[in-house]
């Protein structure tokens, strides 16, 4: 009975806190420790998730403001004139592009203001061309060959892939290719806006006519070019010295039409407000590129090339412009020609010049505005 006594008495004699604690970790549930952590995980990174999201929430509510209340933020937008691409060539030396029937030459509009200018000359002319200096080219304009004045779109320079890939192929048709940067852009000095550009393309124009003797003289404008194009078009027309015809690649109606059906707008197309946040700011800064108005006063042969699959300038744009010109009465005694290039194609923005059809239309185009021109 003692030694029985004794047991019970061994066993109670067990501090409580000990037996308590054994008690309390004998119920942990395994891997409690794990799902804490795992929970405190998901919970930082659902913090983190909503702090990015209200963070870019306000960025999105922000910048309508700022455009509102900075508007040189659009006109920059629409310019891209600080997109220099490619930004690693000297535009000096055209030869390095592959044109080495070219000549680099520098005008000067008006006071402060200079523009590069580069001169590509017929493809058969091109052994005639080699170490020729600005004097030979100056003269060679007056040469029996027709001459296009061609009118760059936003961004980069004249020494862009695209617009080289297209001097490339006028020049093997047998014109001469005159083309610019505007003031602002590549090596040009001077500050970008719609009326500078303007007055830059009627300068280069004015010193083609004053070489290039009786030979036929075309405008051709691509994407923002084409709203420059029209522009001079019918400043010449209003003088009465037009060109022998226009040529509009990938055209809009307006600025404003263009500016709320370009990919960018996208995230802020239905934004409260649109048109006064971002469209008012454009016009203000006045920027217009008015094609829809332009060609109401505008006699001579009209030329509209546009891909179906253009993601900038959307195809219905080029359409519409069409559609205003075709029966004005400023073209009554001029042809009009639209020309559609299908989706399958992929020519898009930028890539008509690809065309193997490009060179036909071209021939019968000219061929039936020069009839029209002279009769």
Same mark, same amino acid.
């Given at each position: ?18 037996? #308590? ?7 942990? !549930? ?9 929970? #405190?995980?998901?919970? #930082? ?11 870019? !929430? ?18 920059? !937008? ?7 691409? $490619? ?58 060959? $027709? ?79 084409? #709203? ?13 010295? $037009? ?53 109401? &006063? ?28 075709? $029966? ?13 290039? &299908? ?31 002279? &009769?």
């Amino acid at each position: 009975m003692r030694k029985r006594n004794e047991s019970v008495t061994l066993e109670s004699s067990s501090p409580p806190l000990e037996k #308590g604690f054994s008690l309390r970790t004998s119920l942990r !549930l395994p891997g409690s420790d794990g799902m804490k952590r795992t929970l #405190g995980r998901r919970h #930082g990174m659902w913090f983190r998730f909503r702090k990015v999201v209200m963070w870019l !929430l306000g960025v999105y509510i922000a910048i309508p403001f700022l455009v509102k209340v900075c508007p040189a933020i659009q006109a920059k !937008l629409v310019f891209l004139n600080f997109v220099r691409v $490619p930004y690693f060539i000297d535009l000096k030396r055209p030869q390095d592009q592959g044109l080495n029937h070219t000549c680099n030459y520098y005008l000067q509009p008006e006071e402060d203001v200079t523009i590069g200018v580069w001169h590509t000359v017929p493809a058969v002319l091109w052994k005639d061309a080699q170490s020729k200096d600005q004097p030979w080219y100056e003269d060679i304009l007056g040469s029996n060959h $027709p001459v296009i004045l061609y009118l760059h779109g936003n961004a980069g320079t004249r020494g862009g892939d695209h617009r080289v890939e297209l001097y490339k192929v006028l020049s093997s048709l047998g014109f001469h290719v005159v083309t610019f940067d505007y003031r602002g852009w590549g090596d040009s000095i001077g500050t970008p806006s719609e009326s500078g550009m303007t007055y830059d393309a009627l300068h280069v124009f004015d010193w083609i006519k004053a070489r290039s003797g009786d030979n036929p003289v075309y405008i051709w404008g691509h994407s923002l070019g084409t #709203g420059v194009a029209t522009n001079l078009v019918r400043r010449l027309c209003e003088r009465e010295t $037009p060109p022998d015809a226009l040529i509009l690649e990938s055209p809009f109606t307006n600025i404003r039409e263009e500016a709320k059906s370009h990919p960018f707008s996208v995230i802020y197309r239905y934004f409260p407000g649109f048109d006064w946040f971002f469209l008012d700011p454009i016009t203000s800064s006045g920027i217009k590129f008015a094609n829809d108005e332009n060609v109401k &006063h505008i006699s001579c042969s009209l030329l509209i090339l546009h891909a179906e699959d253009d993601p900038v300038v959307p195809f219905h744009l080029g359409k519409k412009l069409y559609n205003i010109a075709a $029966p004005s009465r400023s073209f009554r005694d001029f042809k009009v020609q639209f020309v559609p290039f &299908h989706t399958d194609l992929g020519y898009r923005h930028k890539y008509i010049y690809k065309s193997p059809e490009l060179p036909r239309i071209l021939r019968e185009f000219m061929g039936k505005s020069e009839h029209k021109h002279h &009769h």
